[in-house]
Every structure is written in structure tokens, then in C-alpha cells.
């Protein structure tokens, strides 16, 4: 969200979530999209179990729509684990993150900076479970990848080193 406007943000959003509900159903992938979109504004704003709500509803939507081996299904994996992280579940943070690595690694390849990411947030998981040299592992693989697919003078790349 945009200049911190959450209340606007919601409200456009819960209405489209009617709208998408009403008009395609709630198998339909957008209407799923939309429950992801307003979970990401909770979690923006710090309401991680209402974040997480949403985010398990669109999980399960994602899951019947679209199936466990697309893309977009990895990704509202690692959203959970992203609210997981936030509460301090590290634990059901790596269950998560695992499941969209394999998933991702599957679907773009190992060479690809969405699988960099990937590979930080589980870095940064098993960090938090206090499994350092796990986690040292995954952060190199993760900068390499993001260094090889951005340079190292990009920002991008910047935010791999912070891990």
C-alpha cells in the first residue's frame, strides 16, 4: 500500500473481493488473488493473524483453482511463512518456505531471483530456529543466484547481501 493509506486500501479492496465473489465465484483464481491482496494490507499494518486468515483462505483457493505446482500457489506459501516469521512460528515459517522452494525451484529454475528470495527466507527460518549453518548455506546459495541474475551494484542484489 502506497503511502501507508491501509483504510482506503481496505475498503476498495473488501469491496472488490464482493464484487469478485458475486461475479466469479470463489474458485475462481481472482477472486483468491483478491483475498491475497487484503491479507497483505493486515500484514502491512502489523494484524498478522488477520493477515494469516486471508492468506490460508487464498491458500486453499489457490490450491483447488490453480493446483499445488503453480507459481502463484508457491507464492502464497511463502506469504504464510512470512506471517509465520511474524509472529515468531519459526518453525511452520520453514514448513512453508520449504514447500514454496520446491515448488518454485520446479516451476522457474534454480537460476531465477524469485528462487534466490526463496532461498533466503529460508535462511532467515532456519536462522531464527537457531540452525546457523543451515541457514549460512541457504544465504550463499540465495546471493549467488541473485548476484549472477542482478550484478553486484544493483539494489536488488544489496538486500541478498543483508541477509
Known amino acids: 500500500v502506497h503511502g501507508e493509506d491501509h ?22 483464481p481472482e ?9 497483505i494490507v493486515y500484514f502491512n499494518k502489523r494484524e498478522f493473524k488477520t493477515a494469516l486468515d486471508y492468506y490460508t483462505r487464498c491458500e486453499a483457493l489457490t490450491k ?13 506459501l511463502g506469504n504464510l511463512g512470512n506471517v509465520h516469521t511474524s509472529l515468531r512460528e519459526y ?6 518456505y520449504l514447500r514454496c522452494e520446491s515448488i518454485t525451484k520446479a516451476s522457474v529454475g ?3 531471483p524469485t528462487y534466490a528470495f526463496t532461498l533466503c527466507n ?11 549453518t543451515k541457514a ?14 542482478y550484478g553486484e551494484l544493483n539494489p536488488t542484489y544489496a538486500v541478498a547481501l543483508i541477509n
Open 31 to 39: 477472486y483468491a488473488s483478491t483475498l491475497n491482496n487484503i491479507g
Open 136 to 149: 549460512l548455506e541457504y544465504f550463499h546459495r540465495g546471493e549467488t543466484i541473485a548476484k549472477s541474475s
Open 64 to 76: 483447488a483453482s490453480l493446483g499445488e505446482s503453480h507459481t502463484t500457489y508457491a507464492s502464497t
Open 122 to 132: 529460508i535462511g532467515l527460518a532456519y536462522r531464527n530456529n537457531g540452525e546457523y
Open 7 to 28: 483504510p482506503k486500501a481496505l475498503d476498495y479492496l473488501l469491496r472488490c473481493e464482493a464484487i469478485t465473489k458475486t461475479s466469479l465465484g470463489e474458485l475462481h
Open 110 to 112: 534454480e537460476l531465477h
Open 91 to 96: 518453525k511452520k515459517a520453514l514448513e512453508y
